[in-house]
């Protein structure tokens, strides 16, 4: 069994009914929705999409939503412009006048830039393959010299490397796609471009007005900037997980800052018990090409020994000619590279992380016993989803079973590093909790009758409460069912 997870982007490549059957047949646990990209309606359509073929195929599916931020943009360009090295060019914003001038002209969907930049910065464009540095900036005009230069087309992206941009973090068009996506039911919701604390705080409330005493989709914020990396302690305070956004990031800061991050980014996610996903241009070449390049399989699998969460995937599965086989593909090195963790992975003790709460101590407790030979499973009944988190995090040697009656919290379980989701009906005694562990086991063939499981919950059952109970379980015997009956009856004499 494959324990970390798969994100892969859904786009013009991959959002059929067809192809989104092959993907999750291939291996995606996570669609990630680009808000970069698509209209409302087209992303609506999506989620639609997605929803039917999983319960078509009974597998849990997350959706990710991901609001774009300030990213900063070109315009539409008629045609691609070429821009040779040394010459000056004019950068203007797309809802002024055209400047009157003799140089090539570059329309910029943010006008926000023009009030940031001063003589001397230096401009990124289309994730760092060409630089500019600027040389006057007046009003909302700049200009600007060809340090590097290339064929430029439209939308593509500036980043501004050591400028601190006068700009809110969580824009009004954030903010209208969080509304609709919490509407649409999203899992979780990514922030791109954090720099704070405060800017997670900013969304959290946002999404607290918006889902009118719902449970709240997972938060997550996207590492791409150079100051969240002086606060990562803090933003790691306030987020459910965050994301390895290797791309802008390796534009902002230089490419060989980029692997040493990654492994203190994780390290530090993993030692609080949050969710970690490590991204952009894992198998970039399969965007193209059948097969990825040998350093790109060693790219993914060196964000498992790292000890990652989960691993996405974007333009493979986007727009790409191969999505299901990229997804294929990031399977088979995943469990490859799963199969030798003991050998070279981190072996850092998550443990530690959990926190002091009862259900802390019952994962860590859980953890000991699952290293018993016998023990085959660890099977968490949970109604939100955090005991299932914790067992997660604590990394135990087994697969972990989560069972829950809560369609909301099935599908975020879709997330979590080594959980098997299984949709269960309500339990309101131990003895109906264990029969439906039994015939969910037997009937979905996880396991086989004799195998023994480690059973955590909270009990009293009906009460719903935080896990104070592990059980070992032998699945299909009556042995532990009739300890749960007696301890019933034992209960109702009691009263």
């Not at 709460?357 to 499973?377: G, I, L, Q, W």
Request: hydrophobic letters at 45%; charged letters at 20%.
């Amino acid at each position: 069994m494959r324990r970390a997870k798969i994100v892969a982007t859904i786009g013009p490549a991959s959002d059929s009914e067809a192809m989104l059957e092959s993907l999750i047949k291939a291996g995606m646990n996570v669609a990630r929705l680009n808000f970069s990209h698509g209209t409302h309606e087209q992303h609506e359509k999506r989620v639609a999409t997605i929803r039917k073929v999983s319960k078509n195929l009974n597998v849990p599916v997350g959706i990710l939503q991901d609001l774009q931020g300030p990213k900063i943009r070109l315009g539409k360009l008629a045609v691609p412009l070429q821009l040779e090295v040394g010459e000056q060019i004019c950068m203007y914003a797309t809802q002024d006048e055209l400047p009157k001038t003799s140089k090539q002209l570059l329309p910029v969907d943010f006008r926000e830039l023009f009030d940031s930049v001063q003589i001397g910065d230096k401009l990124l464009l289309d994730d760092g393959r060409l630089a500019l540095q600027v040389t006057s900036a007046v009003g909302r005009v700049v200009e600007a010299k060809v340090l590097v230069g290339g064929t430029l087309s439209s939308h593509k992206g500036i980043n501004l490397p050591g400028v601190k941009l006068r700009i809110a973090g969580f824009t009004e068009k954030d903010k209208a796609d969080l509304e609709f996506g919490m509407s649409q039911g999203v899992d979780a919701v990514a922030i791109s471009f954090v720099r704070s604390a405060d800017d997670v705080r900013t969304v959290r409330e946002a999404m607290v007005d918006f889902a009118k005493g719902k449970q709240l989709p997972f938060l997550i914020a996207k590492l791409e900037k150079p100051e969240a990396m002086t606060e990562l302690e803090d933003i790691l305070d306030v987020v459910d997980g965050v994301m390895v956004a290797r791309g802008d990031l390796g534009v902002e800061l230089p490419p060989e800052r980029v692997p040493p991050l990654q492994k203190h980014i994780i390290h530090s996610a993993n030692a609080r018990a949050k969710l970690v996903i490590t991204a952009t241009q894992m198998l970039e070449s399969m965007i193209q090409n059948p097969i990825p390049t040998r350093a790109e399989a060693s790219d993914v699998a060196n964000a498992i020994f790292d000890g990652t969460d989960a691993v996405m995937l974007s333009a493979e599965t986007a727009s790409g000619d191969y999505p299901s086989e990229a997804v294929a593909m990031m399977s088979r090195i995943v469990v490859e590279a799963e199969s030798h963790f003991l050998q070279w992975g981190s072996h850092q003790d998550g443990r530690a992380g959990l926190g002091q709460s009862d259900a802390a101590s019952m994962a860590r407790a859980t953890n000991e016993m699952a290293h018993d030979p016998d023990v085959s499973a660890v099977a968490v009944f949970t109604m939100q989803g955090r005991s299932a988190w914790l067992m997660s995090k604590a990394r135990p040697e087994k697969q972990i079973l989560a069972f829950t009656p809560e369609s909301e919290t099935y599908n975020q379980l879709a997330f979590l590093w080594g959980v098997k989701p299984h949709l269960a009906r309500y339990a309101n005694t131990l003895e109906e909790m264990l029969s439906g562990v039994d015939a969910a086991l037997l009937a979905s063939g996880t396991m086989q009758p004799g195998q023994q499981v480690v059973l955590v919950c909270g009990y009293p059952v009906g009460a719903m409460r935080a896990p104070n109970m592990a059980l070992l379980h032998t699945v299909g015997s009556e042995s532990t069912v009739n300890l749960a009956r007696n301890l019933a009856e034992n209960n109702v004499r009691k009263k």
